[in-house]
């Protein structure tokens, strides 16, 4: 937040050392690690816009370039945010220093990550099935996406604890996918 908050304030900086006003975050990591909800979460922490550029689209450099400049509303600063899923692909020179300023990688849940979710989705501090979900967590990957997706109520009557208790049984599953069986009915 501290990135973005000097960011933000810095006109004067910028026009003082001549460069161009514009900060540009990478961020990557596996599907459902939540890359566009951080974009989302920046711009509205910085009452920002968001255009969402397909760059599959662009055939060139020329092209990215004039559709940069004619894009409306992008004034003084520019916040640049680029995701993938695969960093591994992107060509060296396009993300070195000076290319991009930071690099973010978004990983899978953890506790600590869960129980954000937990008090967005259920506002809960904490619960007695916590402890199962946080041994799971170190065990098993678990994207931020499919968590949050098994802590929403699916009816009006499910309470905190059936939806914790929804996770519990969705991390169990992957536990056993991951090691190659699969569950028996019971």
């Known amino acids: 937040m501290d990135d973005l908050l000097t960011f933000s304030k810095a006109k004067e900086y910028y026009a003082r050392i001549g460069k161009a006003w514009k900060h540009r975050y990478l961020f990557y990591g596996p599907p459902g ?61 396009l993300i070195r220093r000076g290319r991009m300023d930071r690099h973010i990688e978004m990983l899978y849940c953890d506790f600590e990550s869960f129980k ?15 402890g199962a979900i946080e ?17 929403m109520p699916k009816t009006v009557t499910e309470d905190a604890s059936t939806c914790l208790g929804c996770l519990i049984e969705a991390l169990e599953i992957a536990k056993e996918e991951a090691r190659g069986g699969s569950r028996a009915e019971s």
Do not use: C, Q, W
């Not at 890359?35 to 711009?43: N, R, S, Y």
């Not at 954000?116 to 916590?130: D, T």
């Open 135 to 151: 041994s799971l967590l170190e065990e098993i990957n678990m994207t931020p996406a499919d968590v949050a997706e098994n802590l």
């Open 33 to 93: 690690t939540s890359k566009l909800t951080m974009i989302a979460a920046i711009a509205n922490f910085l009452n920002y816009d968001v255009y969402d550029l397909e760059l599959t689209a662009v055939k060139n450099n020329t092209d990215l370039r004039k559709l940069l400049i004619e894009t409306p509303s992008i004034g003084g600063e520019r916040l640049i945010t680029f995701t993938t899923n695969h960093v591994d692909k992107l060509d060296p020179a």
């Open 116 to 130: 954000v979710l937990a008090k967005n989705y259920l506002n809960l501090e904490s619960h007695p099935l916590f």
